[in-house]
């Protein structure tokens, strides 16, 4: 029982971190058709911001905010950069483009910064856990669960409190009419991707600090999880995202802990089976999004 | 001096011409109807005027600024906004929040405010139903909102496509009285209709469109008696 409990703690940190990843590509794509690979250098440039400001010897209370801020700036800037001038282009060109953006960044980061995984100094609490009965958890689980659950309550404020937020909405669901009403096609696009930006920038910081390291290509596994978790969720559907996050995470989690030791070689493949079978029951997502994309003028 | 000008208007879908090179005028205060049969090019008429679609080639002028290739966005600002086809409110908003959207360009909190009581002064049931969300309300409900979405940006000309389309007969003339009470509040009004002879009986006067060209226009009451009107729905059939 305790060690139930403990994987469901592990599961629902690593759940929302995906949720969150999922959020974000959720975000952009629900507004404009673009499912952004890139989205996982955006986690690398956090991690290398929080690896430099490491050596540099800045506090972590003040390494995270310019993390986050320098993600949030780079996602701005691949919009205006990358995706601007494709953004009438087919569903497929901005997809290309998007695998662009990610390769060239990759090169970069190969180039500029190293080839090889750099190791991120973090506060000693973060590696700390605590025993409640007879569970052991990780100071970095418990972390990741309080800031996946803030990010939620945030998002959630602004999708239906914020004029901003509820533009974005309808933006996402009738691009055309929203314009209409006066809503600049720009500042919603650049306001998504800043979203998206913020999203990868918290889950880059929980990711690096269950990891304490960072590579040029670390953004490639977690975002391709995350493209799992908002299909999985119903593409495009907010609340799908975080569906298919938590439910991937628990997936792995579980399955990790639980398979036999001789199936364990097999845990990936396993779980996408179980992906794969739940989409055969819900063809749409979990939470589909009840927005029908319909081409319209 | 014309609150719209429209000179030679062209519209195209790739190799669909739409609109062949049209011109009209509508002065303020004015109810100007557009009649035709379906694929006339109404809807890509008013769509290019609002920034929807591309204008080829052509000029339009509002309130004496050059609007040709304004983006959508620039017009309800400027104090003009379409109300769509098939009303295209959103379904996934309440309907406040719907309303929101509409005066999404008004800074001014005494505007705003004026706008929120004028529209649900127009429509008790938007103001009954204002936390529901819109894809629930009914048909004629839905074209009532996208009116009152138009209106939260306190348009000086609104241009309705097909407002009464679908709607059962009740409801239609609910729609045909709101058009006369906006056009007395002062409001410039372009309304394209299948209903034509309701069209006519609010209309000043009107355009008959025909394979993307205007074949005829006039007095609502020339209108109503020409056989051309006739010959545009059945020559297009
Ligand atoms: N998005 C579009 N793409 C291609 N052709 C279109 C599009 N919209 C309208 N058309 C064509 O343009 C013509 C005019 O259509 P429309 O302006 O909708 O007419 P109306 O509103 O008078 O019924 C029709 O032949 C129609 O098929
Ligand atoms: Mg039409």
Known sequence: MDLFLQQTTNALALGGTYALLALGLAVVFSIMGLINFAHGELMTIAGYVLMYCGIAGVPFVVSVPLAICASMVAAVLMERIA??????????????????????????????????????LLPAFLSDSFKI????????????????????????????????????R??????????????????????????????????????????????????FTPVLKAFIAAILGGLGSLRGAVAGGFTLGFIEVYLAAFLPPELQEFRDPIGLCIVVVLLLFRPNGLVPSSVLKAVKV | MPL????????????????????????????????????AGKSSTLNALAGLVPVASGRVVFDGTDITHHAPERLAPMGMTLTPEGRRIFGTLTVEENLRMGAY???????????WARVYELFPILFERRSQYAGTL??????MLAVGRSLMSNPRLLLLDEPSLGLAPKIVEQIFELIGVLRDQGVTLVVVEQNVAMALEIADRGYVMSGGRIVSSGTAGDLSQADRLQAAYLGAE
């Open chain 1, 83 to 120: 995706f601007r001038p494709v953004r009438n282009g087919s569903g497929a060109t901005m997809l290309i483009t998007s695998f662009a953006v990610a390769m060239i960044l990759q090169v970069l980061f190969q180039n500029f910064i190293s080839a090889r995984s750099q190791a991120v």
């Open chain 1, 133 to 168: 009965g007879g569970m052991v958890i990780g100071v970095n689980k418990i972390v990741a669960i309080v800031a996946t659950v803030v990010m939620l309550i945030f998002l959630d404020r602004f999708m239906n409190h914020q004029k901003t937020g509820i533009a974005m």
């Open chain 1, 170 to 219: 309808a933006a996402a669901e009738d691009f055309a009419v929203a314009r209409l009403m006066g809503i600049r096609a720009n500042t919603v696009i650049a306001g998504a991707f800043a979203l998206s930006g913020l999203l990868a920038g918290v889950a880059a910081v929980l990711w690096v600090s269950q990891r304490a390291s960072v590579d040029p290509l670390m953004g």
């Open chain 2, 4 to 39: 719209l000008s429209v000179d030679s208007l062209q519209v195209r879908y790739g190799a669909v011409e739409a609109v062949r090179g049209i011109g009209f005028e509508i002065h303020p205060g004015e109810i100007v109807a557009f009649l035709g049969a379906n694929g």
């Open chain 2, 105 to 115: 360009g008004v800074s001014d909190r005494a505007e705003m405010d004026a706008a």
């Open chain 2, 138 to 143: 009914s048909g004629g409900q839905q074209q």
